[in-house]
Every structure is written in C-alpha cells, then in structure tokens.
C-alpha cells in the first residue's frame, strides 16, 4: 500500500458524460500528478498540482480538467466522455514538486465509456 | 524535445538468466531516473532509482546503470524469477516538474 488513495475503482459510463475521478495523496506529500495508461499502453503524463497550484501540463485534452484543494487532495474531471477515454487513470504523489523525487501511484480508477 | 527511448518492447528470458532493459533519453538537464515495476492491474511501484551523480547502484538482483555521455540508462536484473515477469518503465526526471516515462518493457520470465 503506497499511502496514496484513489475512488472509485471502477467507472462505467457512456459517452457524451461527464465524471470526476478523486486522488487523496500520502501524507505530508504536496504534489499530485495525474496519468492515462490506456490498453497495454505506457504511462502518459497529464497534469501536476503542487500545494493547490498548477505546476506542470503534458498531454491533457481540453476536455479533463484536474484541481488540488486545500487539504490536498485532488480531482480529475473528465467531460464530454469518448470511447477513447477508456483507460486506466492513475495518481501519484510526491513530498515536494521536484522531478528528482519518488513518485508513489495510487491502485488507479479504470474508467470504461460505453 | 524531451523523450525517453525504451527497448526492447518485450523480453522473454529463462528463470536464472539475466535481463537487461535500455533507455536513451534526451534532456541533459535530467538528473534523476527511476524505474517501476507494474504488475498486471496493478499500480506502478519504484524498484531502483540513481542520481547522475553516480554511475551504478545496486540493490540484490536489481542494478542501474548511468552514462551521462551516451544519454543512457539500463536496467539489469540478474537470476531472474517467475514473480519478475511483469511491466517495466523506465523514466527520467526531466529537470522540469514531471517525469517522462518510457514506453514499456514487457518481460516474461519462463520457468
């Protein structure tokens, strides 16, 4: 157990929809970054958040939008839903917002659009 | 652009043999690479790191190698094991904020 939560586990939705995907980091980790990693596919790099603040943006679809709040936790909102969209959605976090630190991946959300 | 090479895409070894997996990157201001272990299903989780300023670290079977010249970055593991058959990625600390991750290394480990 990596101290790094994400709900829920699964997601079944249908396309056009709209979901929320939730990340509660470990302990005294400020960063939170988001992931896609589709079918037998690498990890690609959404988003990160550090202490509430947008910090880094890779490869996010005007369509997902993420924010940290204040207690740090942070959600992933995915809007107008594709059969595309189908993938396993990880979070991780870090103590500081630094590359050189060790990422810890929460288990991820499998989101399913039908 | 920032980018990190992955080879090879799968490797089938014998139980007791060694593996060695590659990764060439682009950024020369990385200075930290990790690599990750995922399991199917499940989350990644780090199994070795190194700095660039060491050459080598090792830990048991697993060992990482850096050369800062050549750009690359290996992954060995040596009397490999049924329970090491899983995905492996590579990825560099890209002197930015985030990492960029290889694409993957499937390894089967055949008993």
């Known amino acids: 157990d990596s101290g790094v939560t994400q709900t829920p586990k699964h997601l079944i939705t249908a396309t056009g929809q709209r979901v929320t995907l939730r990340c509660s980091p470990r302990?005294?980790?400020?960063?939170v970054y988001w992931y896609q990693q589709s079918l037998d596919q690498g990890l690609q790099f959404l988003i990160q958040?550090?202490?509430?603040?947008?910090?880094a943006k890779g490869n996010i679809l005007e369509r997902f939008s993420a924010q940290q709040f204040p207690d740090l936790h942070s959600e992933l909102n995915l809007s107008s839903l594709e059969l595309g969209d189908s993938a396993l959605y990880f979070c991780?976090?870090?103590?500081?917002?630094?590359?050189?630190?060790?990422?810890?991946f929460g288990p991820g959300t499998r989101l399913t659009v039908l | 652009g920032e980018n990190v090479e992955q080879h090879p895409s799968t490797l089938s070894v014998q139980e007791g043999d060694s593996a060695v997996i590659k990764c060439t990157y682009s950024?020369?201001?990385?200075?930290?690479f990790p690599w990750y272990k995922q399991e199917l299903g499940k989350r990644p989780q780090l199994i070795i790191d190194?700095?660039?300023?060491?050459g080598e670290k090792k830990d048991q079977r697993i060992a990482v190698t850096l050369n800062k010249t050549a750009k690359h970055f290996s992954l060995h593991i040596t009397e490999t094991q049924p329970e090491d058959s899983a995905v492996y990625f590579c990825?560099?600390?890209?002197?930015?904020?985030?990492?960029?991750f290889g694409t993957g290394t499937r390894l089967k480990v055949l008993a």
């Open positions: 990825a560099q600390g890209s002197g930015t904020y985030k990492y960029i």
């Open positions: 302990s005294g980790d400020l960063s």
């Open positions: 190194i700095r660039s300023n060491v």
């Open positions: 991780a976090s870090s103590e500081t917002s630094g590359s050189y630190n060790e990422q810890f």
């Open positions: 958040y550090y202490n509430g603040e947008e910090r």
């Open positions: 950024d020369s201001a990385s200075n930290y």
